[in-house]
């Protein structure tokens, strides 16, 4: 049996919940979406949220929120969501691309000067958007001291730690719950901010039409999805260990968290000394599916030039992710830890 690279991390309560949600009168927008909110507020400790039917509407609205005119430049990693661009786009923002290093897959103070730096003629950098890539956290108090408003995207690395760490946050920020985030409800996202202050902006759009709203039954499922996040969490670390073990045999290697974050092991991924197509083959013959890890990135799909971000191109063509999901059978985490081991 093929062992798929995410699988949906849902379970019989989860469904329980949903169920619960469609026989209501209503399944759009509503009290599972305020209940929602509350739960996340508990986990997330922000002042004010919006619970929205996906990110790309969510970093839409934060744009908006920060008064961004046409043509001001907005500071973006190579290896951000594809979406990013299109967003970026439609709103006629000009995307200032930062490049990573190959041991961090997140941009810091030192890419974001360059690109600051390298900024056409005219162009204004307003704001930085901060992905946590494949669950990685910026260094943000570093990123802090520009001076620059900086909006996080943090749908790859919630854990249950964010509740405890006392570090500086973005104006906005951007918690996705899509199919292949932390957490998920099928769709939609959470846009939220920490303080008052900044919450103003964003209590502007408390009234959006409905179609911008997530509805009841996403908001059920992300309910249900946050009470077993401590759970979810030890397994993907208990899975973790187990592959970096046998990672440590290779010649392959792994990308490592800042000092002073923990990892909430969102993915595993490992930047290849050797082609990928050679490995995704050999990992084909033992039924195991690992796929590119940046192909729907902005690197990825040529929206951001190789030149501009020759590191980021680089590991878009080198780094590939492992199966890691907490319902991940023991067995079928074995053969992909002994895949890892005996990799071409």
Same mark, same amino acid.
């Given at each position: 049996m093929k062992i798929e690279v995410f699988s949906p991390t849902i379970r019989r309560k989860e469904m329980d919940a949903v169920l619960t949600a469609m026989v209501e009168d209503r399944i759009g927008p509503g009290e599972c979406s305020r209940i929602l909110i509350q739960t996340a507020k508990e986990n997330l400790n922000f002042d004010f949220s919006l619970a929205l039917r996906?990110?790309?509407? $969510?970093?839409?609205?934060?744009?908006?929120?920060?008064?961004?005119?046409?043509?001001?430049?907005? +500071?973006?990693? $190579?290896?951000?969501?594809?979406?990013?661009?299109?967003?970026?786009?439609?709103?006629?923002?000009?995307? +200032?691309?930062c490049d990573v290093s190959y041991t961090f897959p997140c941009i810091n103070r030192e890419t974001i000067e360059k690109a600051v730096t390298s900024a056409p003629a005219g162009v204004n950098p307003r704001c930085i958007l901060l992905h946590h890539t494949l669950g990685f956290i910026p260094d943000t108090e570093s990123i802090a001291d520009l001076g620059i408003p900086f909006i996080e995207d943090i749908s790859q690395?919630?854990?249950?730690?964010?509740?405890?760490?006392? #570090?500086?946050?973005?104006?906005?920020?951007?918690?996705?719950?899509?199919?292949r985030d932390s957490l998920t409800a099928g769709g939609g996202a959470l846009l939220y901010s920490a303080n008052r202050k900044d919450s103003a902006a964003l209590r502007v759009f408390t009234n959006l039409p409905g179609e911008y709203n997530l509805p009841d039954i996403n908001a059920a499922l992300a309910t249900a999805q946050f009470k077993e996040t401590a759970r979810n969490f030890d397994r993907r670390?208990?899975?973790?260990?187990?592959?970096?073990?046998?990672?440590?045999? !290779?010649?392959?290697? #792994?990308?490592?968290?800042?000092?002073?974050?923990?990892?909430?092991?969102?993915?595993?991924?490992?930047? %290849?000394?050797?082609?990928?197509?050679?490995?995704?083959?050999?990992?084909?013959?033992?039924?195991?599916?690992?796929?590119n890890a940046f192909e729907q990135t902005l690197t990825g799909?040529?929206?951001?030039?190789?030149?501009?971000?020759?590191?980021?191109?680089?590991?878009?063509?080198? !780094?590939?992710?492992?199966?890691?999901?907490?319902?991940?059978?023991?067995?079928?985490?074995? #053969?992909?830890?002994?895949?890892?081991? !005996? %990799?071409?």
């Open positions: 996906s990110p790309a509407t $969510a970093l839409r609205l934060a744009l908006k929120a920060l008064s961004l005119e046409a043509g001001d430049g907005v +500071l973006v990693s $190579a290896l951000s969501p594809r979406y990013y661009g299109n967003v970026l786009e439609e709103l006629q923002l000009t995307p +200032l691309f690395s919630f854990s249950p730690a964010r509740v405890k760490e006392k #570090r500086i946050q973005g104006i906005y920020t951007i918690f996705g719950l899509e199919e670390m208990e899975i973790s260990k187990a592959y970096t073990q046998a990672s440590l045999r !290779t010649r392959h290697k #792994r990308f490592i968290p800042l000092d002073g974050t923990e990892y909430n092991n969102y993915a595993f991924p490992l930047v %290849l000394e050797t082609g990928v197509k050679d490995v995704t083959a050999y990992a084909r013959k033992k039924e195991i599916i690992i796929e799909t040529g929206i951001c030039d190789s030149l501009l971000c020759p590191v980021s191109y680089s590991l878009s063509l080198r !780094t590939v992710l492992f199966p890691l999901y907490p319902r991940l059978r023991s067995q079928d985490a074995e #053969r992909v830890s002994k895949l890892i081991m !005996t %990799l071409p």
